[in-house]
């Protein structure tokens, strides 16, 4: 694969855990269990070494309940399958569906400043992490590492112009020490 082509706006959705039956399909255990990103026809980059991507086109889906198994185009027996056990799986961040309104990819936030009611820096947003009860923003102030709840009584702003959220920093939310 000429890695000149690998698209710059990849975002990593999941991992292909194992094949699933004999006509090459695989299952899929995806970092977002609630993602709606993928769909037939799709192409998707499947990351096999440390810089080295393939694209597939997704043939079929299948989701069961948390579990979802997919097929490629031109994967078509266990063995080709099982090539892909434990690859992770790509999208281009323009390839996700279209937000409404006020909606936004937590994705997105990724990057921005992180500053409390006041306007003081706390740190930046380094990922997302999903969590049953809430999804939790991971912040990084120097070799400081914060989470924060991301329910309304902790993040109370995101300003997408000035690429920033803000945060009701409470006594005992993050670790000063």
Known sequence: MNN?????DLVL??????PHGILGE?????????????????SVWVRLGEKDYESYVIEKLN????????????????NSAELLRNFTLSVCRDEFPK??????????????????????KVGEVSDIMENPANDILMILDGDKEHLIPLVDDF?????FEKKQVTINLIDG????S
């Open 13 to 18: 959705l999941g991992k292909i855990v194992k």
């Open 4 to 8: 000149n082509h690998i698209p710059v």
């Open 173 to 176: 939310l993050i670790d000063n």
């Open 63 to 78: 989701f069961q309940s948390e579990k979802l198994s997919l097929k490629f185009k031109n994967i078509n027996d266990r």
């Open 155 to 159: 993040v109370t702003l995101f300003d």
């Open 26 to 42: 695989v299952k899929i255990s995806l970092f977002n269990s609630k993602s709606e990103t993928l769909r037939v026809g799709q």
């Open 99 to 120: 937000t409404v309104d006020e909606e936004f990819y937590l994705i997105d936030l990724i990057g921005f400043n992180v500053v409390d009611q006041a306007g003081k």
